[in-house]
């Protein structure tokens, strides 16, 4: 029987949006030459869109051999008219030593898979086949399989997905990013277990530009290993996966460079194709195995571009120092956002994409007052159980040039923050104290453990944190985009201005949220009591809370 053949180079497998937003599937080659036409890369899945533009990132990155500096990557941006050139990128992936490694089922060096991982092998002792292929679905956090959660699916193990083959492509990706660390199909035992995958622990960054060719030139970080950009590494060792001489092995090894961090294969892949009657490729059977780790003591704050870090001073043994800034299931990303415009000595450290577009703004590269779009993706994890995926998120924050060159508008948007979490810290108080007052019968009284979890019940139902939260997402956002240091105006002055409007939003906010929260059915004494109590508790903690108190409004809704 023939090999199956699914070239990624021409094969239609990366969903695009175009200018009018329309969503179209195409190849490498196409995605690179129309980039000034469409508008992003896009998959349902955050996990698949973040795996999506690193790939390309990585293939500019080969194909430009740097940027190299500054001046290479101003000339890509202002003189490069708007596009890539097309006879380059032609001639990158159709050269014809690597053409047939973008090949997806290509028999010796299937595109970021290992060909020496076996389907099966023969048990001479029992004189039976062990066969090591699993449902396709292990290769995606969002699909059922083995003792996954069906969190977002329904299949069974002995009712494999019959999936496209683009999309087995896409799963392939991302499992490189993404593969949950533990227990791995293996071939001898001291491979039984495997790490996470790079880009599991942290909320990856990539920022947006008018186009995808904006998009994908704005995230391509100076990758000059001499210079130590973005960190030192030995050029004739970075090297791109589809490059690569050597199979994919399991084993702790150094990161070659840049090129090899963006294409790291953290597991050996082998996808098993099938072909339909109607020459369909199809795939519902993988091997995954483990692959390569990155050595002890890597530190990914040193070299990774696109994810924020801080610093954990409770760590200890093999653990990282400064873990990666990533989702919580009850607490969105912009509530931590001064860790992602700000680095802090010995404390976090922003995305060094961060600190590159800085740098371009300063030597005249970029104008300082654009504000641009960041994107940030990820997935949340058990905090005990490391392999059970709580959540996968997409996030979107303004990203303002002059807010990440200006202490003073930085320590704004800390003080910002720390005020909204103060106002948080009101309702939750207000809210524990409507609730203890309607509960205990004597308030002199404390409560015992039963009455707290009760207490506690009757904060929850009251959702105040929630609503809160929930209110101040899209004034913050407008807030963060508007930070800017006017003509007119020093960044002092300029950040007074805009926390004294800051705070009336939060009084604002905080007011509906207490008035919607405290209303109730139950008219009766101990209810209006415990209301009464809470709305003079409120309006003296908020008068405390935010500075320049005012006088309380008559007639506040109870």
């Known amino acids: 029987m023939t090999q199956p053949s699914f070239n990624l180079v021409d094969e239609p497998w990366i969903p695009c949006c175009d200018s009018t937003g329309q969503r179209v599937l195409l190849g490498l080659e196409e995605t690179l030459a129309r980039a000034h036409e469409l508008s992003e890369v896009y998959d349902d899945s955050p996990l698949v869109t973040v795996t999506l533009h690193r790939l390309l990132l990585a293939i500019l ?91 977002f699916d329904h299949s069974l193990d002995d009712q494999p997905h019959e999936i496209p083959a683009d999309r087995a492509a896409r799963l392939l990706l991302t499992c490189h990013g993404f593969a949950m660390s533990g227990t791995v199909t293996y071939e001898h035992k001291k491979d039984h277990s495997a790490n996470a995958s790079p880009l599991v622990k942290g909320a990856v960054a990539i920022v947006r530009g008018e186009s995808l060719f904006q998009t994908l030139v704005l995230n391509l970080h100076a990758c000059n290993g001499a210079d130590e950009e973005p960190f030192q ?57 483990k692959g ?53 000595d010995q404390l976090q450290s922003r995305p060094r994409m961060v600190d590159w577009l800085d740098q371009l703004a300063n030597e005249g590269h970029l104008p300082r007052n654009r504000v641009l779009a960041m994107d940030l993706f990820g997935l ?28 003073a508008l930085l320590l704004t948007l800390q003080e910002a923050l720390a005020r909204t979490e103060n106002v948080r810290k009101v309702l939750w108080q207000t809210a524990t104290e409507f609730g203890r007052v309607l509960l205990l019968q004597d308030e002199s009284k404390q409560p015992g453990t039963e009455q707290r979890k009760d207490i506690q019940r009757i904060v929850d139902s009251l959702g105040v944190e929630r609503r809160f939260w929930s209110a101040m997402e899209v004034p913050f956002h407008r807030f963060l985009g508007d930070l800017q240091i006017t003509p007119a105006a020093d960044g002092h002055e300029q950040s007074d201005a805009a926390l004294e409007d800051w705070n009336e939003i939060l009084r604002t906010a905080a007011r509906r949220v207490f008035a919607n929260a405290i209303k109730r059915e139950d008219r009766s004494a101990r209810s209006l009591k415990a209301a009464v109590n809470a709305e003079r508790l409120f309006f003296g903690l908020l008068r405390k809370t935010l500075p320049q108190p005012e006088a309380q409004p008559a007639g506040e809704p109870v």
């Open 292 to 344: 390569e780790q990155f050595i002890d003591g890597f530190r990914r704050h040193l070299h990774e571009t696109m994810v924020a870090f801080q610093h954990n001073k409770e760590a200890t043994g093999k653990q990282d120092p400064f873990p990666a800034v990533g989702f919580s299931e009850d607490r969105a990303l912009w509530r931590s956002s001064h860790a992602l415009f700000q680095s802090l």
């Open 380 to 407: 949340r994890t058990h905090p005990k159980k490391a392999a059970l995926v709580m959540l996968w998120r997409h996030e979107r924050l303004p990203l303002s040039l002059q807010l990440i060159n200006s202490p």
């Open 61 to 151: 990155h080969h194909l430009l051999q740097g940027p190299k500096d500054m001046a290479a990557w101003a000339e890509l941006w202002k003189n490069g008219n708007g596009h890539f050139d097309i006879v380059s990128v032609r001639g990158y992936l159709r050269d014809d030593k690597r053409y047939p490694r973008f090949d997806l089922f290509h028999e010796e060096w299937p595109f970021y898979q290992c060909s020496q991982v076996p389907f099966s092998k023969n048990v001479p002792e029992t004189n039976t086949e062990k066969t090591f292929f699993k449902s396709v679905a292990k290769l995606a956090t969002e699909l059922a399989a083995g003792n996954n959660d069906t969190l």
């Open 233 to 289: 590494f030995n050029a004739k060792d970075d090297i791109p996966a589809w490059e690569r001489t050597q199979h994919t092995q399991a084993r702790d090894r150094k990161v070659g460079g840049y090129l090899d961090l963006l294409t790291w294969q953290s597991r050996r892949i082998r996808l098993k194709p099938e072909v339909s009657d109607k020459d369909v490729i199809t795939v519902r059977y993988a091997v995954m195995m």
